[in-house]
């Protein structure tokens, strides 16, 4: 029984430390081993970088309109927080400039938009990128066959990385 006394108290003295369950590596990094050809230089064991979980990062997205009334005057919003902000704003330019009857036409959300006039008509085009806008509302401007076309607006409405 004495015997086993003994033997149980040496038994609990040493158990904590037997084990190192972090490997000695140091705060952020864990165990890793080393390939055979790295290890013939060094010990089979060495501390790499806890692997982390990327963070997602959040966007937000941004709104873009264009108002316009019979008469030429346009009103444009990019980089709104809402549709309803963006077509508000765009409205709101129409009619400082002059616009009797604005409605709002083209809304775009993380896009860019181009408006291309002709002599007698306007096209409003959107697309992923500024330089596909513009190309789109030109394309439709030279099939109509109304006069010369040229690029009046291009801008873009892309999201942006939430705080």
Request: aromatic content about 8%.
């Given at each position: ?13 040493v ?8 490997g000695?590596c ?24 806890i692997?982390q ?18 008469k030429?005057?346009?009103?444009i ?6 549709e ?6 765009a409205?709101?330019?129409?009619t ?9 036409g083209?809304v ?11 002599s ?6 959107s ?6 806008a ?20 291009s801008g873009?409405?892309?999201p942006?990385?939430?705080?």
């Amino acid at each position: 029984m004495r015997y086993q006394f003994f033997f149980i108290l040496v038994a609990l003295s040493v158990a904590p430390f037997a084990s190192h369950a972090e490997g000695g590596c140091p705060p952020g990094q864990m165990p890793g081993n080393l390939t055979a050809a790295e290890g013939a230089a060094a010990s089979m064991a060495s501390c790499v970088p806890i692997p982390q979980e990327p963070r997602r990062r959040k966007w937000e997205s941004r709104w873009g309109a264009v108002a316009t009334d019979e008469k030429g005057a346009f009103g444009i919003a990019t980089d709104k927080k809402s549709e309803r902000e963006a077509k508000k704003s765009a409205l709101s330019e129409c009619t400082s400039r002059g616009g009797m009857t604005c409605s709002s036409g083209l809304v775009f959300r993380n896009q860019c938009a181009a408006v291309v006039n002709s002599s007698t008509r306007s096209f409003s085009q959107s697309a992923a990128t500024e330089n596909e806008a513009v190309t789109a509302g030109q394309q439709r401007c030279k099939e109509s066959s109304t006069g010369k076309c040229w690029v009046y607006f291009s801008g873009c409405s892309l999201p942006v990385r939430a705080r």
